[in-house]
């Protein structure tokens, strides 16, 4: 077992390399390994050694996964780049808390120092798994490089459409024990044990691919046309007031070019300003269009003049009242958390549009194209339970997204990445329409049937058929996963604290 100072560097080092297992690398086995190496590290500490060594960790994976938020910050977000990359570490370093924390618990709980495989297997997959939740929750969540994001094209992305992502990563954590122990097993020559561990891994591995052949739904009515626009305007300009009217005029120009479309999506923001400045400038085409019979999705600001608050949303230009509100907002980008403490930030950063309302939970699917669609916008699509919110009866999945805002870098690709797993979760197909890139169709499998280039204008059309029916997650959620997981932790405490109490008599 390494010790101090290289151990201490080793954890460092799998943090970072962690983020190779998510797109656009995506190195899928080393979100069995990595877990699996780093529950070893903590096998020996004390709960603080333990959380200084999750800490870092975290900084690994967290300084590298979401090093995005520096383009956001510097590029468009006017920080200077000091104060950006400042920023960024900063944010990494708050994010690698809950590592800290998972780190802790592990070696806190009440488990004899001995048991090392309730530890590998039980214990740490259950700590880690409710760490991703609570993640995804706290300060409104980040649920970002989920551990289960990364298995979307391995077996166990068979039983995304059963309890959701976070029961991928749960069996990627189980998978990463069950390895560790093998490869144990092997070396220390124990052939009956080795055959069950292997006997324990073929059962989880195969359960995934025999859950890929299930299909969770069928298809409903006529498939329709779909064209996704991409504009690629440029996002340091896109807010201009002078650029404004040209940037609406680009795609409304694309959009008359797709007369054979039952349904045209813009990008999220496509009209950078409310709808109502716009609206004059946008009604010959909504005529045209109603004229073709044709349907129009388009992100823009709506305001309500009674409450007096802007919301970033989707609506069907022809029928400009159905509409949907994003629900979760981006901190900093869109709203500024604990402002009482932090205002003091917009006098450094100057983001467009960042005093945001959030919508309701409680709203409909869209109408369009004889079918419904559930909407999301952007980041809430890394928020399962959003998504699922306007299932059952969405027939397709719609997202929108301005990812101009991270630039070159990692974000645009693990960004698909989430939306896939979202259509996978739900067996919808979904479109992705984005301003720079990537815009996408993805079927109901999670897989990816065309995806356009990055920071060119491009138009994608496809023929999207609409479907009908029920996953276990749409029913569920992970709720059963969580309470399996809470009653296997309430178990190995209370048989920790008998072992300790017979060890002390």
Known sequence: MLSGRW????????????????????????????????????????????????????????????????????????????????????????????????????????????????????????????????????????????????????????????????????????????????????????????????????????????????????????????????????????????????????????????????LIVWPETAVPTSFRNAEALLQPLATELAANKQDLLLGTFLTDAAEKRYYNAVLNLLHPEEHYYKQHLVPFGEYMPLRFLLDFLSRFIVIPMSDLASGSAMQAPLAVAGHFAGVAICYESAYGAVVAGALPQADFLVNVSNDAWFGDSLAPEQHLEIVRMRALELSRPLVRATNTGISAFVDHKGNVLQRGPKFVEWVMTAEVAPRQGRTGYMIWGSKPLLAVLLLLLSVLWWRGKKARLAKSV
């Open 7 to 262: 151990a201490d560097l080793l954890a460092l080092l799998l943090g970072a390399l962690l983020t190779l297992a998510f797109a656009p690398f995506e190195v899928r086995l080393l979100a069995v390994l990595i877990p699996a190496l780093m529950l070893w590290l903590w096998l020996p500490l004390k709960p603080k050694q333990a959380a200084w060594r999750g800490w870092l960790f975290g900084v690994g994976l967290f300084g590298t996964g979401v090093s995005w938020v520096y383009h956001s910050l510097h590029l468009f977000g006017d920080a200077v780049a000091p104060l950006a990359a400042f920023l960024t570490l900063l944010f990494a370093m708050f994010l690698a808390l809950f590592f800290a924390l998972l780190g802790y618990l592990f070696a806190r709980f009440p488990l004899p120092s001995e048991a090392k495989v309730a530890r590998l297997l039980l214990l740490g997959p259950a700590l880690w798994v409710l760490m991703e939740l609570f993640r995804g929750w706290f300060l409104t969540g980040f649920p970002w490089l989920l551990l289960g994001y990364a298995h979307l094209d391995t077996p166990l992305a068979g039983y995304a459409p059963l309890l959701g992502v976070l029961m991928l990563s749960w069996l990627s954590l189980l998978s990463g024990g069950l390895l560790l122990l093998l490869l144990g097993s092997f070396w220390q020559r124990k052939n009956r044990r080795a055959a069950s561990l292997l006997l324990m891994l073929s059962l989880i591995w195969g359960g995934g691919l025999l859950l890929e052949q299930f299909e969770w739904s069928e298809p409903v009515g006529e498939p329709i046309q779909v064209a996704l626009l991409q504009g690629n305007v440029p996002q340091d300009k896109k807010y201009r007031r002078q650029r404004m009217r040209s940037s609406i005029e680009r795609y409304m120009a694309l959009s008359r070019q797709q007369s054979e479309a039952d």
